[in-house]
């Protein structure tokens, strides 16, 4: 069970953009990374190129490139805080992700 998921709310702790918030679109878990909208946001500078379903749009374009898993951190939707991630089971047997701050279920 990862401790960071698709959709989550996560704050950078370090780096350039160290504070600021974004919504998790894609997890590389091999690769221990996350890219987080509106983070780490660079610049590519593409050549015009000829691809199997047609041409590529030269010119400069802006992404959001992967951001190490380390560097962030989860934000609780019920205290508003960036906090650290427990697990806990369920009567049913189920494993579901705490805030370590308050104590309240994430999933």
Same mark, same amino acid.
């Given at each position: 069970m990862a %401790?960071? %998921?698709k959709g989550d709310t996560v704050e950078v702790i370090s780096g350039n953009d160290r504070l600021l918030r974004g919504t998790v679109q894609w997890?590389?878990?091999k690769?221990?990374?996350v890219v987080?909208? #509106?983070i780490n946001?660079? %610049?590519k500078h593409q050549r015009p190129m000829r691809a #199997? +379903? !047609?041409q590529i749009q030269p010119g400069v374009i802006e992404f959001e490139a992967p951001v190490h898993i380390s560097n962030v951190m989860l934000v609780c939707p019920r205290c508003d805080e +960036?906090? +650290?991630? !427990?697990y806990t089971r369920l009567e049913d047997g189920g494993k579901v992700r705490v805030c370590k701050r308050c104590k309240e279920v994430i999933d």
């Open positions: %401790k960071i %998921k997890v590389f878990p690769d221990n990374l987080v909208s #509106g946001i660079v %610049k #199997g +379903r !047609g +960036r906090t +650290r991630v !427990g």
